[in-house]
């Protein structure tokens, strides 16, 4: 398949991949609308027949009924291609939207992590969305408002050709001079109507941005400022419009003083024709009728195209937004990690974020497979950068990170992510039932399974509490369950992905002390076997470890056993006594 990303700023070639993926509906509908155009402009001439006819007066006989008889068949045929057309596209222009929408969301949810912290979750939501949209409406707006009048102001060029040429070629030039300034004009504007997509999808962005914080916004008594921020988004995006549409008021203006003259003037030339005899009543009627469908049809055709030009700016608009390359991607050769234990290795790494701020120096540490690894130092230290790196959200500016020695930038990310199973601070859940969100860390997995998991990370209890059990459909991120519940969910996950690297990003930080204590059994029994790398702030959580890695300054600043650094005078013995002295005033009070 085609790369994606190369119609960023090619809102054309973009539709046409979709036009291409249905060429025979396409081609059907384009087929039945020409046709009934035809038929349509047609019937014109079916009329200028029968008219001719019946100047004939008695001696026309049955020629009367032939001329009714085409002129019937004209308009039949007309009507009955249209609907064949409508039939069709209304299948065909729906499987575009689905197919588009598709694609965009598959590329979209291909970025790393990385990618969705700079941009609001809306706004790309509204741009897969406006894009589908644009594309439908323009889909729709060429099939019946551009290529219809554009079809009969051929077909009405050449049956005036049939009465006299001259008119014909004035009609021709005088046609090709109004599309040439009008697209002069369209061109000009598109600025305006790029200005009014932007403005149009922050509008959404901004709307969606507070409704998914509501409870944000209400506990800080928000709710006015939001709303006076909002005004101030709504009222941008409506001047916005409003220059974009008074732009196109103008060209329609202008379109309609420079088809009246036209129509008026061929008018009076074939009358002039007429009375020198050159021309037949029909023939008059016939010029009549075309200069007035001329006239309507590139009416329709220039609200139609500047339409169409609002959409497509909204398109681009989008597409250049939605349709950036990849940071991540695999390596030509990656291959599949192949766990072995789970020995981890950053070697000589060096790395910054993409804003330039520089977060690690030459930093070296070595996990071997099965031990129990503590981060700890201050905050902005680089615990999580440390643990995002490893799952290769970022990557690294020099060195390697290696898994069982490979380099998991030269491993598939689909492999590299199956071998390690991740409790973070932040704990996402889904707007589905608690048995999906747990079974979530493997879809395979049974009933049964996932039941085990639960009672494993001391779900049970609270599973048991819930309506439907299992079954109960969380809210929105969550909410309908506390932060301890939500965290023993992510255990359960863990438990159920059963993979050899575990990485616990302050696992215990929303529990109470009893439940700490049941979670430090269950997570006590997840550790088992694994090489764990835990980022801890409280200090007494990880005193069982195996090792506590202190990261300060870029890089390792303490390195040892628990025991081996409480004796030394660092950091950590530093943290261990602000910790007990913080924690004893409480003690005694208790
Ligand atoms: N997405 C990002 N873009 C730019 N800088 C970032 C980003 N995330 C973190 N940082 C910066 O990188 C540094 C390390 O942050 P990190 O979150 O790794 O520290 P931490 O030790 O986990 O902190 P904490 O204990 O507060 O969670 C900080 O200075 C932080 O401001």
Redesign the pocket.
């Known amino acids: 398949m085609d790369d994606i990303c190369s119609y960023a700023n090619r809102p054309f070639g973009f539709m046409v991949r979709y036009v291409r993926r249905n060429p025979l509906a396409h081609g059907f509908i384009l087929a039945c609308v020409i046709g009934a155009v035809a038929c349509s402009v047609g019937t014109q001439y079916g009329v200028k027949n029968l008219v001719d006819t019946l100047s004939q007066g008695a001696n026309a006989g049955t020629a009367v009924w032939i001329a009714f008889a085409v002129l019937f068949l004209l308009i039949a045929a007309d009507n009955l291609l249209w609907r064949a057309a409508s039939y069709v596209a209304s299948g065909t222009f729906v499987r575009v939207t689905g197919a588009l929408r598709k694609d965009l969301f598959r590329h979209l949810t291909g970025h790393s992590p990385?990618f969705f912290?700079d941009r609001a979750p809306a706004s790309l939501t509204s741009r897969v969305t406006a894009t589908s949209n644009a594309l439908f409406t323009i889909e729709n707006m060429l099939v019946w408002n551009v290529i219809p009048p554009c079809a009969a102001t051929i077909g009405a060029v050449v049956l005036v050709a049939t009465v006299s040429w001259q008119i014909a070629l004035v009609l021709l030039g005088a046609g090709a001079v109004v599309m040439i300034a009008m697209y002069r004009i369209m061109k000009a504007g598109q600025p305006l109507h790029h200005e009014f997509a932007d403005k149009a999808a922050r509008v959404d962005g901004e709307m969606v941005d507070v409704i998914s914080n509501m409870s944000l916004v209400n506990s800080f008594g928000g709710l006015r400022r939001e709303h006076r921020r909002f005004d101030v988004a709504v009222a941008r995006e409506m001047t916005a419009r409003k220059r974009s549409l008074m732009h196109l008021e103008r060209l329609r203006l202008l379109h309609a003083l420079t088809t009246l003259l036209l129509t008026f003037g061929i008018l009076g030339w074939a009358l002039k024709l007429w009375q020198s005899g050159a021309a037949t009543t029909g023939e008059v009627v016939l010029v009549c009728t075309l200069g007035i469908s001329v006239l309507s049809a590139t009416r329709d055709l220039a609200i139609a195209l500047v339409d169409v030009t609002q959409h497509i700016a909204r398109l681009s608009e989008a597409l250049t937004n939605l349709l950036v390359p990849h940071q991540m991607r695999d390596h030509p050769q990656a291959e599949s990690l192949r766990p072995a234990g789970a020995t981890v290795e950053f070697d000589s790494v060096d790395f910054s974020?993409?804003?330039g701020?520089k977060?690690f120096d030459d930093l070296n540490l070595r996990i071997p497979s099965g031990q129990r690894v503590a981060l700890i130092?201050?905050?902005?230290?680089?615990?999580?950068?440390?643990i995002a790196l490893l799952q290769r959200f970022y990557e690294v500016e020099n060195g390697r990170i290696t898994i069982d020695d490979q380099d998991v930038s030269r491993v598939t990310q689909h492999s590299l992510r199956n071998v390690i199973a991740v409790v973070p601070q932040d704990i996402s859940l889904f707007h589905r039932t608690v048995r999906e969100n747990i079974r979530y860390a493997a879809p395979q997995a049974t009933d049964r399974d996932v039941w085990d998991a639960a009672v494993a990370a001391r779900c049970d209890g609270f599973i048991r509490e819930l309506p439907q059990g299992l079954d109960t459909v969380l809210g929105t991120r969550g909410v309908k369950l506390s932060g301890g519940q939500r965290q023993r969910i992510a255990i359960a996950r863990a438990f159920l992905k059963d993979a050899p690297l575990l990485v616990l990003d302050e696992a215990t930080s929303a529990l109470d002390v009893q439940s700490e204590e049941e979670i430090r059994r269950a997570l006590r029994e997840l550790m088992d076997g694994r090489t764990v790398i835990s980022?801890a702030?409280r200090l007494s959580t990880v005193r069982n470890f195996d090792r506590i890695v202190v990261?300060q300054s870029g890089g390792v600043v303490e390195d040892g056993a628990p025991e081996d650094l409480l004796r030394r005078r660092g950091v950590y013995q530093g943290m261990v006594h602000g910790e007990i002295a913080r924690l004893m005033p409480a003690a005694q009070a208790a």
């Open positions: 990385g912290i974020y993409p804003d701020r977060v130092g201050r905050s902005g230290g680089g615990k999580s950068t440390l980022v702030h990261l």
